[in-house]
């Protein structure tokens, strides 16, 4: 059995705790190559009590590769996801710092932790990145959720 | 081949297998740039791809024994419990320990170089094997 299908097995044994946040995480059309994942802001952050959704596609050597995950397009302002288009920019979902030993919820808890810990050097959003460098936290924080309300 | 002909093929494979087979796109694409490049343009692309570990590294690397897996540890890679293979073929990292199936590691190992579990780099111990090996022999050359 590919090691995917394990990975569902697992998934659906885990998910539904109430202290998760990652809320649902689900192949699109039973299709394993395609999920749709949904996760709550962490608390403390501006993102607390929205929920996001994401893609998330792996390629036919997936664990081998990293899947490629994205949010749905104008939902995140964070310095290190482009808002137009949802692209996250995130060192473990590069084929230099992946390891085969994660797996999909793995990949939902570090963007979540990197909606905790936004990076501003190495940033898709430059402007949400210059007001982090200049340690400006509160009033990132204003813009994030600015954007999250409009 | 002219470049109609390329174009055809390309459009052909891309409806049978979408870009499933790219070492053959690669090659036809290959030939749309100036034959001079070809070659070493296709050379770069296989270099890029490499970076793995040696063949030989792999099939180096320590057996255990189905004696000393215990029935509870599985395979971090594929998730999957050793011992439901009747003749599991697991494998020991000589310098961090981890252990993994022989076939999913050699998978991971012909693009990275870097343990799956704590990245440890397996190529930079065997450095230091070959280097003191050099210098064993340069000895026996002195005084031999």
Known sequence: MAR?????????????????????????????????????????????????????????????????VTFARRSMPHCNVNYETGSIC???????????AWDLLHVLEAIIQLLSDPEPDSPL?????????????????????????? | MSDTEVRAQLREIFRREG??????????????????????????????DKKGCPESFVDSLPRVPKSEISPSSSCSICYVNYLNDGYPLVVRL???GHDFDLECLSVWFSKSTSCPLCRDDVL?????????????????????
């Open chain 1, 90 to 100: 995130l060192n473990i979902l590069t084929p230099e710092h992946w390891s085969p």
């Open chain 1, 4 to 68: 995917i299908a394990r990975e569902y097995k697992h998934i659906q044994a885990t998910l539904g705790s109430e202290s998760s946040l990652v809320v649902s995480l689900e192949p699109i059309d039973g299709d394993l190559s395609r999920w749709a994942g949904e996760i709550r802001g962490p608390t403390g952050t501006p993102y607390e009590g929205h929920t996001f959704s994401l893609r998330l596609v792996l390629g036919d050597r997936y664990p081998t590769t990293p899947p490629q």
């Open chain 2, 19 to 48: 870009l499933g087979d790219s070492t053959t796109v690669l090659q036809l694409l290959s030939q749309l740039i100036p034959e001079s490049l070809q070659e070493e343009w296709l050379d770069q692309m296989a270099e890029a």
């Open chain 1, 125 to 150: 959003d430059i402007d949400l990145a210059n007001i982090l460098r200049a340690q400006d936290r509160s009033a990132y924080y204003g813009l994030v959720n600015y954007y999250l309300q409009s």
């Open chain 2, 94 to 96: 000589p310098h961090c």
């Open chain 2, 124 to 144: 930079s111990h065997r450095a230091e094997v070959d280097t003191s090996q050099v210098e064993l022999e340069e000895d026996w050359g002195m005084y031999g």
